[in-house]
């Protein structure tokens, strides 16, 4: 899919900035830190590839500041569409994680032009106001006497080793300018500031251990810095939004996007919120179909399935497992609709629980064509060890159950395991069923939407029949 850049000449430059070591390191944690705020990593995936589509369809130049492997995820693996890309980033790594900051303040550093900095958890879908653009200095909003913001601030203040001469160890207020979007054309301002940040941070590495919570510090050395130098040099700070309270609720309408919230920030607690990533995930698949498959599909490879396989080189992303006893009449339409389904890094586990008719015949008929499916053969035990034997058997990341008898819906399997990427805590995907003997298309399809338990003719809508779960990792 290729994003058309914006239909009228644009002056201003956009920036956005990943240093990849805090998500790196944050993915396996919990708390704050994790996956860069978010609930999931696979939300921020989202997140950046919606915030960098949105941006492109506004203006010309959308530029990336990141390291390596940032690099790579970014702009090899998930292709986004940045008009110019600056592999600056890999100096930072001295830098602990906590501090994911200070890869923004390294990339404000390297701006000879106007700019303006956009968070990647920063979703547009109209430019921002001529005044914002055009100012010396802008940020998203000014935040002026928060309690939250207070606590950690001061305690910054109180335990830091030096303070810039800009601050005070006991402010009157504490004003901060949120960094949303942050940036204006006193670039020789954003030099000094981008200097005074980085002689703070490195004065103040050694009480780190000492603060509160050390993941606070950023918002200190960039946007409580940021406002402080301002104020000091007696400069203006253009606000994009005025009267913003303390929940941040006139930016995080996620419930109205994209109108009439034209500008959306998932800042702070925001993205713990799995309800904030699904409506993301859900606008990026609705807008930009194509990259949403394609973070997806990445994500299930590399993130769920990764270490998997490279400890097993054999591994697919999903086992379907079919047991069978005496059904060949039937598990030829089980099997083409599995067969059938776009998700096609599928294995076919068939497991004959000791048949007495032609189902073993009809699976070999349909494996010598299909070399996706797998015939297991086992003595009369039953259903339930025929399952066992079959989880035995595969060896997917994921594992579906379907019945000799059930006939699958050709996005079934893909379906269920975007689900299960989106919601990383479930060990259990669940779907609606069709109880009915015709294996007709427009007969199947007249039910598969039904929102209610139906009864008559053979048929009975069961919500939340249990289908197949995700195979626990070792």
């Not at 701006?111 to 653009?133: C, G, Y």
């Not at 001061?154 to 004003?175: G, H, N, Q």
């Not at 930009?288 to 590399?302: A, I, K, N, S």
């Not at 199947?444 to 197949?468: I, K, N, Q, S, T």
């Amino acid at each position: 899919m290729i994003v058309e850049p914006a239909k009228h000449i644009s002056v201003v430059k956009i920036i956005q900035s990943f240093w990849s070591k805090p998500l790196r390191e944050g993915i396996w944690t919990v708390g704050l830190q994790q996956a860069c705020g978010w609930c999931d990593p696979v939300f921020f995936f989202m997140s950046q590839t919606l915030s960098c589509l949105t941006l492109r369809r506004l203006y010309d130049r959308v530029e990336l500041y990141t390291d390596r492997a940032g690099y790579q995820l970014l702009i090899e693996e998930l292709g986004l569409p940045y008009t110019d890309v600056h592999v600056e980033l890999d100096r930072m790594n001295a830098y602990p994680s906590a501090l994911w900051a200070i890869g923004k303040i390294y990339a404000y550093s390297m701006q000879q032009e106007p700019f303006i900095h956009v968070d990647n958890d920063v979703f547009m879908w109209n430019r921002l106001p001529r005044f914002v653009e055009e100012a010396s200095l802008l940020a998203q909003n000014n935040e002026v006497g928060i309690a939250f913001n207070d606590v950690h601030i001061r305690d910054v203040l109180s335990k830091a080793d030096v303070l810039p001469r800009c601050m005070s160890r006991i402010p009157d207020t504490c004003e901060e300018a949120n960094a949303g979007i942050i940036g204006g054309s006193d670039t020789d301002f954003f030099g000094r500031y981008a200097r005074q940040a980085f002689e703070f941070v490195d004065k103040n590495l050694g009480c780190l251990d000492r603060l509160r919570y050390p993941f606070y510090f950023n918002t200190v050395f960039e946007q409580y810095l940021y406002a402080c130098m301002a104020r000091r040099e007696g400069k203006k700070i253009t606000y994009a939004f005025d009267n913003v309270d303390a929940h941040f609720t006139q930016v995080c309408r996620f419930d109205k996007m994209p109108q009439p919230g034209w500008y959306v920030h998932a800042c702070g607690v925001y993205k713990k919120i799995p309800a904030v990533g699904g409506r993301i995930a859900a606008r990026l698949q609705h807008e930009f179909p194509d990259y949403y498959g394609r973070v997806v599909e990445w994500f299930l490879g590399r993130m769920t399935g990764g270490s998997r396989k490279e400890q097993r080189g054999d591994s697919v992303k999903l086992s379907v497992v079919i047991p069978t006893f005496n059904a060949g009449w039937l598990v030829r339409h089980s099997l083409q609709s599995v067969e059938a389904q776009t998700c096609r890094d599928v294995e076919i586990v068939v497991v004959d629980d000791g048949s007495t008719d032609d189902t073993v015949r009809r699976v070999e008929e349909l494996a010598a064509s299909d070399s996706r499916v797998r015939l297991v053969c086992q003595s009369h035990r039953g259903m339930a060890a025929a399952r066992n034997r079959g989880i035995a058997e595969c060896r997917g990341e994921a594992v579906i159950f379907v019945d000799a008898g059930d006939y699958l819906h050709p996005q079934f399997a893909e379906l269920l395991l975007r689900a299960l990427v989106l919601n990383p805590g479930a060990d259990l995907c669940m779907t609606n069923a069709v109880d009915t003997v015709e294996y007709d298309e427009v007969a199947l399809g007249r039910r598969y939407d039904e929102p209610v338990m139906a009864f008559g003719d053979g048929c009975v809508l069961r919500r939340a029949l249990f289908m197949g779960y995700r195979r626990m990792s070792s």
